[in-house]
Nanobody, 114 residues
Framework: VQLVESGGGLVQAGGSLRLSCAAS????????MGWFRQAPGEQRELVAT???????NYADSVKGRFTISRDNAKNTVYLQMNSLKPEDTAVYYC?????????WGQGTQVTVSS
């Protein structure tokens, strides 16, 4: 499945950004969609995921600040990021998975200045 991400950018600490990721190219909707991030010199880590039924999981570091949601009709997942911190700076990757695939987007840079 192809994933197209948008919404990254540069923001000051305390600001907000909204990421979007649209999946296409398969007749099978993603059972789970989510966001991961990778900072320079660090391993890729989970930010948040959401199942097709709406159940969501969050990393402890973003709970209460980030909200993940999805539009199943559009196979699109969103990540609303509020109260951003410099430590949130990373490349954010969209992920979509089903029984038939486990695919990644190209990544979008999020930079939070102090």
């Amino acid at each position: 499945v192809q994933l197209v991400e948008s919404g990254g950018g540069l923001v000051q600490a305390g600001g907000s950004l909204r990421l979007s990721c649209a999946a296409s190219g398969s007749i099978f909707s993603p059972n789970e969609m989510g966001w991961f991030r990778q900072a320079p010199g660090e391993q890729r880590e989970l930010v948040a995921t959401i199942f097709i039924g709406g159940r969501a999981n969050y990393a402890d570091s973003v709970k209460g600040r980030f909200t993940i949601s999805r539009d199943n009709a559009k196979n699109t997942v969103y990540l609303q990021m509020n109260s951003l911190k410099p430590e949130d700076t990373a490349v954010y990757y969209c992920n979509a998975r089903s029984s038939f695939y486990n695919d990644w987007g190209q990544g979008t840079q999020v930079t939070v200045s102090s």
